[in-house]
Each structure stands twice: as C-alpha cells, then as structure tokens.
C-alpha cells in the first residue's frame, strides 16, 4: 500500500511495483486523482484515502505487507512569521496523519508478527535551511518516529526504514518553495530577509534529479530480505552537504 500515489514519488513506485507483478493498493489524496490513475492504468487498484481522519480504518480489511507512507505536505517561511494554523496543518498530514495510517496497518502486522513499513523523510530530516524550518520540523519528527519504531517493531517481526530524497523533480519542491509568498509581504518580521529565502528556493529547485531514482529504489526497499534505518539518495547527498 502506498499514500500519496497521485501523483509524484508515489505514483512512480506504484507503477514500477505493478509492473514487477506485486499487488499495489494505491491511496490518493483527492477523488480526482483517483479517478486519473484508474483510468491511466485499469489494473492498479486505487482508493482515495485521508490519512489524518478514521477514514483509515478501512485498512483494516485489507492485506497489507508493505506500507509506503508517501503523503505529505510542504511549507516553507521563516518560523517567526509563518501562520501557526499552516504549521498545525503541516503537522496534521506529515506526522499525525502518517502515524495515524501506520497504527491501522500495524494492527495486522503485529497479529501475523510479519510486514515492513516504509516512511518517506527527507535530506530535510537531517538538515535544517533557512526558509525551510516548517517541513523540517516535520520531518525530523518522522526521523525519530520512525528510529523509535524500528527498534519497537524488530522484536515482533516488523521492520521499519526511512528514506530520505534529495531535491527531485516532481513538482513538491517548487510548490513548497512558493509557499510561503502566499502570506509572507512587507509587513513579515523577517522581510528584510526576502532575499535569502529567494535564494534558499532557488537553490532547491534547481538541477533537480530524475525521481525514477527514488522509485527504483523504493522498489528495492520493497523486495529486500533487511533494511537500512536510513536510505540516503542520491547516495551522496550527504556528502554533499558536508554532513557525512
């Protein structure tokens, strides 16, 4: 199963995945979306799932082995200013709502004492940029929920790994990026920074990779015997950013 399929990283592995013959529960955020990936592929079975809401409690009656939580939301602007309401909502998705849809396929897991769980981090993760405090809270919050459940889960059979993409060319870094001119003006504590959070957005949606790359490698994700905590691509990003 994987949330977030309508689009992006999300669709790429469900289709990569369908084609290797593996069954594919893909979840979308909106009925359109659904409705589109029906119709672009017939023999992939979608459902329109929120994942924040007991909407999730229809996992219960599916068989689930693999979980890919892909769902989420970007948000950017400096913290002293950004609105708190879009900060909650972030949280909501990106948190909340994976760990809410992770507690409903565990149910079954835990029973079988057998399944994987895939959460998708970030480089932002491990890395906080100006400009891009909101997400990152976020996904360091996923960066301890998922190393706590892993060592929670092995003993019962479960395994759990993070992954954690680069920049990639799917459209969410520069939605994320412009997010936050749709409230940050002149009157913003921080305006006289503008110029810096410009740059910031630029450099992220910039020379952005193919993101087959993170779809080949959530398939291998997917089919290995063990895991990684954290898979790291492309593999030198760290390195990269002088963290390794």
């Avoid at 920074?193 to 910031?200: G, H, P, S």
């Amino acid at each position: 199963m994987i949330t977030g399929a309508g689009s992006g990283f999300g669709a790429l592995t469900a289709l990569a995945l369908h084609e290797r013959g593996h069954h594919v529960i893909a979840t979308t955020e909106t009925d359109e979306q659904a409705l589109a990936l029906r119709d672009e592929h017939p023999g992939l079975e979608v459902h329109r799932l929120d994942i924040t809401t007991n909407d999730v409690q229809r996992v219960y009656d599916w068989d689930i082995d693999v979980l890919i939580n892909n769902a989420g939301l970007g948000e950017t602007g400096p913290l002293a200013d950004v609105p708190l309401e879009r900060l909650r909502r972030l949280f909501e998705v990106n948190v909340f709502g994976t760990l809410n849809v992770t507690q409903a396929v565990l149910r079954a897991m835990v029973a079988r004492a057998s399944g994987r769980i895939v959460i998708m981090s970030s480089i932002a993760g491990v890395i906080a940029a100006p400009g891009f405090g909101p997400y990152s809270m976020t996904k360091y919050a996923l960066e301890a929920m998922g190393k706590a459940m892993r060592a929670e889960l092995a003993p019962l059979g479960i395994d759990v790994t993070l992954v954690n993409p680069g920049p990639y060319l799917t459209g969410f870094n520069d939605r994320m990026a412009k997010s936050m001119w749709e409230w940050f003006n002149d009157q913003s504590l921080n305006a006289k920074e503008a110029d810096l959070f410009r740059v910031i957005g630029d450099f992220v949606t910039t020379d952005q990779r193919d993101p087959s790359e993170v779809a080949a490698l959530l398939v291998e994700v997917v089919e290995a015997e063990t895991t990684s905590e954290n898979n790291f691509i492309p593999a030198d990003i760290k390195a990269q950013l002088g963290l390794a």
